[in-house]
T-cell receptor, first 111, second 112 residues
Framework: NAGVTQTPKFRILKIGQSMTLQCTQDMNHNYMYWYRQDPGMGLKLIYY???????DKGEVPNGYNVSRSTTEDFPLRLELAAPSQTSVYFC??????????FGPGTRLTVT | TQLLEQSPQFLSIQEGENLTVYCNSS?????LQWYRQEPGEGPVLLVT?????EVKKLKRLTFQFGDARKDSSLHITAAQPGDTGLYLC????????????FGEGTQLTVNP
C-alpha cells in the first residue's frame, strides 16, 4: 500500500491564481482531512470528510473548497490564492479507530 | 482559543538526558494521541491513549493519560539524536465527531 499520497510536493502561485492540491489514499478509509501547518505551529483543520459525497468545514475553511466523489480521493481547491495561504498542506485519512495517517505534504508559496 | 496547550514549546538537550513534555487542556478528551513529525514529512502516530490513568511504553518513550482525561505527558529516557523532531499531541472528543484538535507542538532537539 502506498498509504496517503499528495501532489504536488512544492508549488509557487501568484496572487489570484487557482490550483488543486491532490490527495489519494489506498487504505479504503472513510475519513479524510485537510490541514495546514504554518511555521512553528501545529495543524489547523481546513475541511474534512466522513465518506464519499460528505464534506464539512473545519477551523479555517475560508478560501478553500473540497469535494469527495470517491473514497480514495479528496482534492483541495484554492480559487483565488492569497499570501495568507502560504503554508504546508497535509492530507490525512483514518479508519474507524482514532489514528490518522498523514501524507508527505504540499509546500505552497503565494507571492 | 487553543484547547490543547503543549509545553515547553522548544527543548534543546544533550544526548543521554531525560525529558518530559506536557499536553494540557481544560476539556475532557475521549482519546489522546501523540505524533512525531520530522522536517519535510507528515506527522507519524506514536501512541493512542483512551483510558484515564493509562500508561503506555514505546521503547524509551513513556506516555501517560491523566486520570481526568484532560492532560497527557510524554517522557523520553536517555534521549538520542534520532528523537529530534516536532512532537504533537492531538485530542478527540465525542462532541467533535471525527475531528481531532492538535496542540502547537514541542520542538525537540537532541544534540550529540
Amino acid at each position: 500500500n502506498a498509504g496517503v499520497t499528495q501532489t504536488p510536493k512544492f508549488r509557487i502561485l501568484k496572487i489570484g491564481q487557482s490550483m488543486t492540491l491532490q490527495c489519494t489514499q489506498d487504505m479504503n478509509h472513510n475519513y479524510m482531512y485537510w490541514y495546514r501547518q504554518d511555521p512553528g505551529m501545529g495543524l489547523k483543520l481546513i475541511y474534512y470528510s466522513v465518506g464519499a459525497g460528505i464534506t464539512d468545514k473545519g477551523e479555517v475553511p475560508n478560501g478553500y473548497n473540497v469535494s469527495r466523489s470517491t473514497t480514495e480521493d479528496f482534492p483541495l481547491r484554492l480559487e483565488l490564492a492569497a499570501p495568507s495561504q502560504t503554508s504546508v498542506y497535509f492530507c490525512a485519512s483514518r479508519p474507524h479507530s482514532y489514528e490518522q495517517y498523514f501524507g508527505p505534504g504540499t509546500r505552497l508559496t503565494v507571492t | 482559543t487553543q484547547l490543547l496547550e503543549q509545553s515547553p514549546q522548544f527543548l534543546s538537550i544533550q544526548e543521554g538526558e531525560n525529558l518530559t513534555v506536557y499536553c494540557n487542556s481544560s476539556s475532557v478528551f475521549s482519546s489522546l494521541q501523540w505524533y512525531r513529525q520530522e522536517p519535510g514529512e507528515g506527522p507519524v502516530l506514536l501512541v493512542t491513549v483512551v483510558t484515564g490513568g493509562e500508561v503506555k511504553k514505546l521503547k524509551r518513550l513513556t506516555f501517560q493519560f491523566g486520570d481526568a482525561r484532560k492532560d497527557s505527558s510524554l517522557h523520553i529516557t536517555a534521549a538520542q539524536p534520532g528523537d529530534t523532531g516536532l512532537y504533537l499531541c492531538a485530542g478527540g472528543r465525542e462532541t467533535s465527531g471525527s475531528r481531532l484538535t492538535f496542540g502547537e507542538g514541542t520542538q525537540l532537539t537532541v544534540n550529540p
